[in-house]
């Protein structure tokens, strides 16, 4: 049971370069997310999805895409890669619903440095 | 707007307690939750609590107050591997995860 799989591990970017982050989990779990945590910052949400086919923006979406065409995989997509993308990047997968705690399961995360 | 507050830093000794405190103002409110997160690595899940009072997990203890908007992480017997970044988030009226910028524990011998 490898959970949620991140890769790369580790990314230099020239500024203008487009990427994609993977993201899969193979706990079946409905809900699929991406953070960014930066020094002196709480984790910052930029998209999530609730299920395949459906996605939704977070608290900082702009410059970023995602897709969730299936269940285990949630990619996200950098169109245009600037300086002030560098930060580390979160996968993380829960259940829905119900009236239970929903824990996140994080990846192992990306870190991405754009110069 | 949304706020979780925690200390940035703390220090402790080697088998001593501490308790890291995490105070909150947000749109609503469907439980708390506190992660580990050692240098370099993913946070790990520590506790939840949706209802007042304490949650005892072995070594770790959590503790919530909704009226006071307050909670505190207490770790006892501390060992060196205790070393590490611990998250406060609280889950808002969307359901979505608010979090803090962590607080950074030290454990000295």
């Known amino acids: 049971n490898a959970g949620v799989t991140q890769t790369p591990k580790f990314q230099v970017l020239k500024t203008g370069q487009s990427m994609t982050l993977q993201c899969a989990q193979d706990m079946n779990h409905e809900y699929m997310s991406w953070y960014r945590q930066d020094p002196g910052m709480g984790l910052r949400l930029i998209h999530y999805?609730?299920?395949?086919?459906?996605?939704d923006q977070g608290e900082v979406p702009n410059g970023y895409n995602v897709s969730r065409s299936t269940t285990e995989d949630f990619p996200l997509r950098l169109l245009s890669a600037a300086p002030s993308q560098t930060s580390v990047y979160f996968c993380?997968?829960?259940?829905?619903?119900?009236?239970?705690?929903?824990?996140?399961?994080f990846g192992a995360g990306s870190r991405l440095t754009v110069l | 707007g949304q706020n979780i507050d925690q200390p940035t830093e703390m220090t402790a000794t080697e088998g001593a307690i501490v308790q890291i405190n995490c105070t909150y103002q947000?749109?609503?409110?469907?439980?708390l939750f506190w992660y580990q997160q050692h240098a370099g690595e993913a946070p790990t899940f520590l506790s939840y609590n949706v209802l007042d009072g304490l949650e005892e997990k072995g070594r770790f203890s959590s503790f919530l107050s909704r009226s006071k908007g307050y909670s505190y992480l207490l770790l006892k017997e501390l060992q060196m591997k205790d070393s590490a970044s611990y998250l406060c988030a609280v889950r808002d009226s969307n359901y979505q995860l608010i979090w803090g910028a962590g607080t950074k524990l030290i454990i000295k011998p």
């Open positions: 993380a997968s829960s259940w829905t619903g119900g009236s239970g705690a929903n824990v996140l399961t």
């Open positions: 999805s609730v299920g395949a086919g459906i996605t």
């Open positions: 947000t749109s609503g409110f469907n439980g």
